[in-house]
Nanobody, 124 residues
Framework: QVQLVESGGALVQAGGSLRLSCVGS????????VAWFRQGPGKEREFMAA????????HYADSVKGRFTLSRDNAKNMVYLEMNSLKPEATAVYYC?????????????????WGQGTHVTVSS
């Protein structure tokens, strides 16, 4: 069974930091582009960050560039999202996803594989 499982979501104060984790089961993440998206209350799913299989390409949403960092540990089959200087508008469910096409990396609709999400709440 192919599965992605996120963890690390928590309640944090504005200005704080969190590290989210995502582990793959039934698929080797080293063969895929991996990405993080988030979906806030009443909002559409929003692209945050992505990195290709060889870590030679990465892409971040302008809203998080310089504050969020995606990293991957292919040996552990894991992906991480380090989030710093968190703002209340970052409150959302965060999802990791796997895809094979860099040309559509920001498009949630092109990702066939998703985790169940982890909740992040940033208090002001």
């Amino acid at each position: 069974q192919v599965q992605l499982v996120e963890s690390g979501g928590a309640l944090v104060q504005a200005g704080g930091s969190l590290r989210l984790s995502c582990v793959g089961s039934g698929l080797a993440l080293r063969n895929y582009i991996v990405a993080w998206f988030r979906q806030g209350p009443g909002k559409e799913r929003e692209f945050m960050a992505a990195a290709n299989q060889w870590r030679s390409l990465s892409h971040y949403a302008d809203s998080v560039k310089g504050r969020f960092t995606l990293s991957r540990d292919n040996a552990k089959n894991m992906v991480y999202l380090e989030m710093n200087s968190l703002k209340p508008e970052a409150t959302a469910v965060y999802y990791c996803a796997a895809n094979a096409a860099w040309s559509a990396v920001r498009d949630a609709g092109t990702y066939p594989c998703w985790g169940q999400g982890t909740h992040v709440t940033v208090s002001s």
